[in-house]
């Protein structure tokens, strides 16, 4: 078997399932992405036979069992469209695992905060599911309580999980940024421990995070999103910039430390 | 029987007429994991300049209609990087390796960065890239391949200052494309490669924004080919060295159209991206197309159109 890290395979789809209003979970059977991939990675998937439309389109791995791998998905447009029209038994053409995935702290810090914001949660369960045994706190942030994805499985694994949405039909009314500062300040078992924050969501949130992090002299790593035309480091065309200068969002990334960002 | 594949662009020989376009495939490296590099018939470099260059920012990248636009406006670890930190895995591969090369500062530049390519025994062809849109040369304000004196004098300094197989790299974005063509072929170039992309722009209706941070970009993929066939068709005509098409090869059957319009070889632009297998597969298809059609050397396609 070949010994490369990325790799090109047709993966066969099992399960193509509607979890929420626009949401699809995608379960593909591949052996070695399922074993190779480690959690913040990403695939790119080629969602049509034909040259419509023409890139891939990443997703992060949302979770790992056995032989197969799951993604997470919104419809957003056509390529999400197709996508959630694929039936069992379709072979997707699939790219992966690509990109630096989240650092584990788990000797350094006790508490372990994931902040996923809307699609944020998608490879946030696959991290949580690496850090179980560290019980970490997820904090799910939502449009609506309709809004509000994977809460149950994150349970499943033991973490605590606290809800903020927009508009207060659930959890904490308000941002989930505005929950974890609460959260960091009000006088929580999470106070005074030393932690370290994971969060991907939406860029404004996770600029959000930063700050958030600074403040609190805490270590935060978030999962960046950018347009990728080759998602494997060819194209340049998915830089962000860093105090380092520019990075590739799909090779340096898709996971950097907040404080690397020049926002 | 295997058909011939191998070509010949000016003294140099390629194993078989499929290679990969500048900017569109890294440095080899990043394909690593998907191909196998000794396959091609030869590997284009990202365009290097003189000093590193930071590129544009982002973003940088949108996909259109059958295609995409790009501003990434030549990010690249400069001559010496390049041949520190890049060379050195290309030199192993094998297959003949062109070094793309650009400057905003006109020939001079040019003539340095050639010089220093000269020096270098595995590389084995420098292509001039006056074509770039997001690079305009500082004093004009334009391509150099948008003008045919300009493009002759360009060539014509480097000629002389380099042994190595030069090929000129043109813009579509011209009214006359065979003017510049035969300009650089006066000048002494060995080849010409067409096309660059095409400046374009894509808009964001919701918040009335371009979608890339530089306004406007290179178009490439598919939604250019006709134009870039029927540029080759033209140039044929008119140039007796050979010419390498881009734009658009998707597929064994796009490519075949280059050859039948009067490639010699072709470059596999954006497709990389979309299937970092691409490249080995269109050279498959070809082979395979020959075969089918009892056609004993691709070099019988070159210009084979029927008008
Ligand atoms: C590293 C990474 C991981 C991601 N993980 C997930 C995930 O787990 N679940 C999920 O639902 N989404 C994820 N996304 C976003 C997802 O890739 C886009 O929603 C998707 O590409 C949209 O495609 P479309 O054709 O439906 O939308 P369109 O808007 O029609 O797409 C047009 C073009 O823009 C690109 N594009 C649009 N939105 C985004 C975006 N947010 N990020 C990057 N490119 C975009 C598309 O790829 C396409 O090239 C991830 C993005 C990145 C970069
Ligand atoms: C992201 C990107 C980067 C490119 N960078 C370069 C470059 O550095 N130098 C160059 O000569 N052409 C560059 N090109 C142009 C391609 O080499 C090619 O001429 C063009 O994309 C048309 O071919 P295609 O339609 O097959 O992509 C680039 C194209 C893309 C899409
Ligand atoms: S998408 Fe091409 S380098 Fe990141």
């Known amino acids: 078997m070949p010994t490369h890290k990325t790799f090109q395979v047709k993966a066969k789809l099992l399960r193509n ?9 995608m379960t593909l059977a591949s052996s070695r992405l399922a074993k190779q991939a480690k959690p913040g990675q990403f695939v790119e998937v080629k969602v049509s036979e034909g040259p419509e439309p023409l890139l891939r389109r990443p997703f992060g791995v949302h979770r790992v069992s056995g032989s197969n791998f799951e993604i997470l998905y919104e419809i957003v447009g056509i390529g ?4 959630s029209q694929k039936k069992p038994g379709a072979s997707l053409d699939i790219i992966g695992p690509l990109g630096n995935g989240f650092t584990l702290s788990t000797t350094h810090h006790t508490a372990h905060i994931l902040v996923a914001g809307g699609m944020g949660v998608a490879p946030l369960l696959f991290l949580a599911e690496k850090l179980k045994k560290q019980k970490p706190l997820v904090l799910i942030g939502a449009k609506t ?17 606290k809800i903020s949405t927009d508009d207060g039909s659930a959890g904490f009314p308000g941002k989930v940024t505005e929950l974890l500062q609460d959260i960091l300040q009000g006088h929580s078992p999470w106070k005074d421990n030393p932690c370290a924050l994971y969060a991907c969501g939406p860029r404004p949130m996770l600029k959000e995070i930063a700050l958030i992090a600074k403040s609190h002299k805490i270590p935060a790593q978030i999962s960046l999103e950018a347009h990728l035309a080759c998602g494997i480091g060819a194209c340049l065309g998915c830089v962000v910039n860093t105090k380092q200068g520019y990075k590739r969002v799909c090779k340096e990334g898709p996971v950097f430390e907040a404080q690397e960002i020049i926002w | 029987m295997n058909p011939n594949l191998e070509v010949k662009i000016g003294r140099l020989k390629f194993k078989n007429p499929v290679t990969v376009a500048s900017g569109t495939f890294g440095y080899a490296e990043e394909f690593k994991d998907f191909i196998n590099l000794k396959k091609l018939g030869a590997i284009f470099t990202k365009t290097i300049t003189l000093k590193p260059r930071l590129g544009n920012p982002p973003p940088r990248t949108c996909e259109t209609p059958a295609g995409m636009l790009n501003s990434i406006g030549l990010e690249n670890p400069g ?4 041949i520190k930190e890049k060379l050195p895995f290309l030199k192993k591969i094998g297959v003949p390796i062109i070094v793309s090369i650009a400057s905003e500062a006109g020939a001079d530049e040019f003539m340095v960065l050639a010089r220093r390519l000269d020096k270098i025994k595995e590389v084995a062809a420098i292509e001039l890239n006056i074509s770039c849109p997001n690079i305009k ?3 004009t304000k334009r391509l150099i391949s948008q003008d045919a004196d300009a493009t002759y004098d360009l060539v014509k300094s480097v000629r002389k200052v380099t042994k190595k197989m030069l090929i000129t790299k043109l813009s579509p974005h011209v009214p006359d494309i065979t003017e510049i063509a035969c300009a650089a072929e006066k000048a002494g170039s060995d080849a010409v490669s067409l096309i660059n992309t095409f400046p374009a ?12 941070a530089t306004v406007t970009g290179g178009l490439s993929g598919p939604a250019i080919r006709p134009i870039a066939v029927r540029m080759v068709w033209e140039v044929y005509q008119k140039v007796k060295i050979p010419i390498i098409g881009i734009g658009g090869i998707i597929d064994a059957s796009s490519a075949l159209e280059f050859f039948l319009a009067g490639a010699t070889a072709i470059s596999i632009g954006m497709a990389n991206f979309i299937n970092p297998a691409a490249s080995t597969e269109i050279l498959e298809g070809v082979k395979k197309y020959l075969i089918k059609n009892k056609i004993k050397d691709i070099r019988m396609l070159t210009g084979a159109l029927k008008t």
């Open chain 1, 17 to 25: 399932q509607r979890v929420a209003e626009k949401h699809y979970k």
């Open chain 2, 79 to 82: 001559i010496e990087g390049f």
């Open chain 2, 137 to 139: 040369e500082k004093k």
């Open chain 2, 201 to 212: 722009l894509s808009i964001d209706i919701e918040t009335h924004r371009p979608q890339l």
């Open chain 1, 80 to 83: 999400t469209q197709l996508l």
């Open chain 1, 145 to 161: 309580k309709r809004h509000i994805l994977r809460e149950k499985e994150f349970k499943q694994l033991g973490c605590s999980v």
